[in-house]
């Protein structure tokens, strides 16, 4: 719109499969149109059954109020050209100060109009008339939609628009916009799968969602699809216009799932007694060649799985049983399974040797897939049972079990035994909202174990089990639990080849559980405040998580002692591990605490003003957010982003903080439970809004918060200073001071910055200097080192030391730029080049010194408005009022507000 606007019109062709939403993006043009421009906009349709009817979209399109009062009427001698010239000549003369003409369907114009309208649209540009024109693809043979497309592409004022089948990233984001949290890769596999990639399928589907099913999306791994009524598939619309034999090709080469050569190719059709045609299907752009034609593959993901859900069951079984001579390993028993009706020995020998290969490689998904794909087959109940048993083994191994919660209810029926009762145990520890089966744990774990396979799954168990106690409300059970699994993987067998059934090895690691164990009582101490057993037990502790061979449980405990440090106060100890532990992420299997490990990283990043490498950590992060265990870390990473947004001050932290939100919601304390009030505050404080930061700060949510490092109390202290609160400021600066290296930490901003700020408010410029000295000395962290900076410079201008403070003020802007912290840029670069020598008032750096909210208070008293209109202009309470005009007295050092008016006048006289 703004482009057809600036440029005096412009023709759009959008085109695309039917259900893309062409027609959405139409009505979406439409409303920028009233929105923001005065030009009138039209919406027309095309109509199928009109296509044999002459002109009968002209006089549609006259019947809008596009050519003004025109009762159009054709007839036989009607002829096309002088139509167009009549249209062109009514834009002329029209009274509009621009058009706008939507056309949807263009597809289905009538043959005379479109005539008319090949004369009209490369005469139009440049006339204010925004014509978009919505065509469904493919293009016939010169279609109009074909004309149109080849009219705008050979000019370079208008547009050309495909809306190509969504992509999983595009769902995700989609999805997030519209449910307010995101969705697994996972889900967005499965909604792709359910769409075909239609924008309208993908909103009719999450239309459907409840508002309960939306309001624990943070917590889920999973959102339900139902079904969409709807007609024939679009993207099928090439396939079937195909000859056979080019069918019979394009379905060889869609269920082989992957590029095939030629030969490949030409075997599976000479097994199967065919010939291939890839000419036809190659022209119509249903499959694409490559390597100079020695491959070949579907042109798109989607057209292919579309096809292969046309195809017949018969016909499946005979190319599948076709394909799998000609590929190895996964390929080949999908292939094997998807040509059998029935399961035999020799198939459940093949599934046996691939799924043990699979997971020794640590292919969890496929072999997933595989046992998945069986149970499809087998209707035997023993061998189901078995396969099941296999299945859940598998998902509970890659912490995955959130992803057999369909086959709960099958689970509940297998027979009792240990590992039955584990699996239903776990299954339920994944059941969003459902309490967890403590009593059917306490059951289990009071079992006799008579074998060492039940010491196993009792050892395993009893470590599950502390991992869902970490993550409750009330900890205090967690040392008694520690303690319990530590025994049980004491009398644990240390040898996998002691065990009767292989598929329970992978749990036999008791020296590797004993450490992890040991990193997660570090954990309870830190939760319990019991911070002197946890500086005592870490330095052991550290040469024994060393000594550790490189793996997942490797990771879960460097990502514990990460925590401890940082809780501690040792930063670069605590970043030092956290990047160890993300590092190892890249060549070992998913850890338990998958999302912490690169949260804690990211939270170190953002802390040290690292932004840039924050960002694209968190990047990262999100991608695989949905899909681990940890989901208290969705909205932390929302949070740090929200944070990152407010100090460059270049986007939104909105929509970011509304996610971060999500985290008061959830019952446990996890690491960086306080990021959502910490990224609240930034972005008042980055506004300028010192009585939202007091607001971030307070609350339910804050008054139960525990193990943190209290950042937000930092926010907190300088608010009350800013709204001239000073006693209570006061006195908690004292309580920062007795809780420091405890419970609260220097990161934020030091107790020598709050104790300066404290003192300059209150007129003792003595301690404010000595203050400021101890905390430029003693460095920090680049944010609030570079605001220390900037009050420090402020104050010494203050005091008449122009020159230092101007060298202060000049550091802290050196220092915001090399973190791209914009948002607090412009203040100080305002208060730097006012306190340059010149004939200018001497209080122009304080002005400078102001808020944004006390430079609008400012103003208004330079009016003379009273704090009851102050109050009702700016939509605040006389009180705040009052607080706000205290402040800017103090901080202009006046006396009353009438010298308000005076010192702007002689600190910014007018031109």
């Known amino acids: 719109m703004q482009k057809a606007v600036a440029q005096g019109g412009l023709t759009l062709v959008i085109e695309g499969l039917a259900g893309m939403g062409k027609t959405f993006l139409l009505r979406e043009i439409g409303a920028a149109a009233r929105e923001s421009s005065t030009w009138a906009a039209s919406f027309v349709n095309a109509d199928e059954i009109e296509q044999g009817e002459s002109y009968s979209f002209i006089e549609r399109l006259a019947a809008s109020g596009l050519f003004g009062d025109w009762d ?27 058009a706008v003409v939507l056309i949807d369907d263009a597809q289905w114009v009538d043959k005379e109009s479109q005539r008319v309208l090949r004369y009209v649209v490369p005469r139009i540009r440049r006339r204010h008339v925004l014509l978009a024109c919505a065509v469904r693809t493919p293009h016939e043979e010169d279609s109009f939609g074909k004309v149109l497309t080849e009219l705008v592409a050979d000019n370079s004022y208008d547009l050309v628009q495909l809306l190509a089948p969504l992509t999983v990233d595009q769902i995700r984001a989609f999805a997030a916009d519209r449910l307010g949290t995101g969705v697994s890769v996972r889900t967005g596999e499965r909604l792709l799968k359910a769409t075909s990639g239609s924008f309208l399928r993908l909103d009719a589907i999450l239309n459907q969602l409840t508002p309960d099913e939306v309001s624990r999306m943070h917590l889920t791994w999973d959102l339900p699809i139902r079904a969409v009524h709807e007609g024939e598939n679009p993207l099928l619309h090439a396939f079937r216009a195909l000859s056979a034999p080019a069918r019979a ?27 291939i045609e890839l000419a036809e299907p190659s022209a119509a752009g249903v499959l694409s060649e490559s390597g100079f034609g020695a491959t070949v593959i579907p042109r798109h993901a989607l057209v292919a799985q579309a096809i292969r859900e046309t195809i017949e069951a018969d016909r499946i079984r005979s190319v599948s049983r076709a394909l799998s001579t000609i590929t190895s390993g996964y390929r080949s028993v999908r292939h094997a399974l998807g040509g059998s009706a029935e399961w035999t020995d020799e198939l459940d020998k093949q599934v046996r040797y691939y799924v043990a290969e699979a997971l020794d490689r640590g292919s969890f998904d496929n072999a997933s897939d595989v046992l998945r794909t069986v149970l499809s087959l087998v209707s035997d109940l023993p061998a ?30 297998l027979p009792d ?3 039955r009762e584990f699996i239903l145990i776990v299954l339920a520890a994944h059941q969003v909202g459902q309490e967890f089966p403590r009593n059917r744990v306490m059951e289990l774990l009071a079992r006799p174990a008579e074998n060492p396979d039940d010491r196993v799954i009792s050892a395993f168990l009893s470590f599950f089990v502390v991992i869902m106690a970490m993550r409750t409300e009330d900890p205090s059970v967690v040392p008694f639990l520690i303690d319990h699994a530590r025994k049980l993987f004491e009398q644990c067998p240390s040898d996998p080849s002691e065990l009767s059934d292989a598929r329970l090895g992978w749990m036999v690691a008791p020296g590797e559980y004993l450490v992890l164990l040991d990193a997660y009582r570090v954990v309870h101490d830190q939760r319990m405040l019991a911070f002197e057993e946890m500086a005592a037990a870490l330095p052991e502790l550290h040469q024994r998580i060393e000594a550790l061979p490189d793996g997942p449980m490797k990771v879960d405990a460097l990502v514990a002692v990460a925590g401890a440090e940082l809780a501690l106060g040792h930063f670069e100890d605590g970043l030092r591990l956290a990047r160890w532990s993300v590092k190892l992420l890249d060549r070992v299997a998913e850890p338990w605490a998958a999302g912490t490990t690169r949260l804690i990283l990211a939270d170190c990043l953002v802390i040290r003003g690292d932004y840039a490498e924050a960002s694209a950590l968190i990047d990262l992060s999100e991608e695989v957010a949905f899909d681990v265990l940890d989901v208290e870390t969705r909205p932390a990473f929302a949070a740090l982003r929200g ?7 270049n986007g939104d932290p909105g929509r970011h903080l509304e996610q971060a939100r999500l985290q008061y919601q959830i019952a446990w304390e996890a690491y960086g439970a306080d990021l959502a009030v910490l990224a609240e505050c930034e972005a008042a404080r980055a506004a300028g809004d010192a009585e939202a930061v007091l607001a971030a700060s307070s609350g339910p949510f804050v008054d139960r918060l525990n193990n943190t490092r209290r950042g937000f109390l930092t926010y907190r202290a300088n608010a009350l200073i800013e709204l001239g609160e000073l006693d209570e400021a006061a006195a908690l600066i004292e ?31 003595t301690i404010a200097r000595r203050q400021y000295d101890v905390a430029v000395a003693a460095g920090g962290m680049a944010l609030p080192r570079a605001l220390t900076l900037a009050d420090f410079g402020s104050f010494l201008i203050e005091q008449g030391a122009t020159e230092d403070g101007r060298r202060a003020l000049t ?5 915001l730029e090399g973190i791209g912290a914009g948002a607090y840029l412009a203040r100080i670069r305002c208060e730097l080049d006012s306190s340059e020598d010149n004939p200018r008032h001497p209080g122009a750096h304080l002005l400078a010194s102001l808020t944004e909210r006390e430079r609008q208070i400012v103003d208004q008293l330079a009016d003379g408005r009273s704090n009851n209109q102050i109050a009702e202009s700016m939509v605040i309470s006389v009180a705040t009022v009052r607080s706000h005009v205290s402040n800017v007295l103090r901080k202009l050092r006046l006396t009353s507000r009438g010298e308000v008016a005076r010192l702007l006048r002689e600190a910014e006289p007018s031109d």
């Open 417 to 419: 035994s240990a590992l």
């Open 735 to 765: 309580d920062l001071d007795q809780w420091h290296g405890v419970r609260w930490q220097e990161y934020w901003g030091s107790l020598a910055w709050l104790r300066a700020r404290l003192a300059h408010a209150r007129g003792d410029s």
């Open 72 to 98: 159009f009427e054709p007839d036989h001698t009607t002829q096309p050209i002088p139509v167009a010239r009549e249209c062109l000549r009514r834009v002329r003369e029209s009274e509009l100060d621009g």
């Open 384 to 413: 189901r049972q078995e396969l099941l048993t296999s299945l859940a083994l598998v998902h509970i191994r890659a912490k995955t079990g959130y992803l057999i919660l369909d086959l709960a209810e099958e689970y509940e029926t």
């Open 643 to 649: 944070f990152i947004a407010a100090v460059r001050g």
């Open 811 to 815: 550091q802290a802007v050196t220092l």
């Open 249 to 275: 090709t394009t379905e060889i080469v869609c269920l082989g799932g992957h590029e095939m050569s030629r030969a490949d190719l030409a075997a599976v059709a000479a097994l199967l007694g065919e010939e």
